[in-house]
């Protein structure tokens, strides 16, 4: 029994290793796969992610800025950014999560999920932006 699962992990690894070098040569301008549309949605979502922590960042640094200005009893812009997006990342994933039940069990569920996430994540930057620019700009 324990053969089994030494044979199991070690074609684990050696599929793993496959895949790995398959996704080299995935055209995301041209996918043809499910396997490729899904890796291409995910590649996507990995840069929205990206993007939407640059924006955050800025979006911070723009509500301290302006708490900086506020006498003390008005004070809370970053605080209220902060709790705001601790909010929306659960109810993101949670949106999406519901999205992908258009394809419960198939092949195309982690894409739409994937697509879901990318979609409201640059969403999500676009008004994060907005906040980094703040009103006088």
């Not at 800025?65 to 006498?71: A, G, R």
Request: hydrophobic share 40%; with cysteine; net charge negative.
């Amino acid at each position: 029994m324990k053969q089994w699962h030494v044979l199991l992990a070690l074609l684990a690894l050696i599929g793993s290793g496959v895949f790995a070098k398959a996704q080299d040569n995935i055209d995301c301008g041209y996918p043809l796969t499910q396997m490729e549309l899904t890796y291409c949605a995910g590649e996507s979502w990995k840069q929205a992610d990206a993007e939407l922590n640059v924006a955050y960042k800025a979006a911070m640094t723009s509500m301290k800025q302006t708490d900086s200005y506020l006498d003390a009893d008005m004070k809370g812009a970053a605080d209220a950014l902060r709790d705001a997006q601790r909010a929306w990342i659960p109810f993101r994933d949670k949106a999406c999560d519901s999205y992908g039940f258009m394809a419960r069990g198939g092949s195309m569920e982690s894409m739409l999920v994937l697509g879901c996430r990318t979609t409201l994540t640059k969403q999500r930057t676009d008004a994060l932006n907005e906040i980094a620019q703040g009103l006088g700009n």
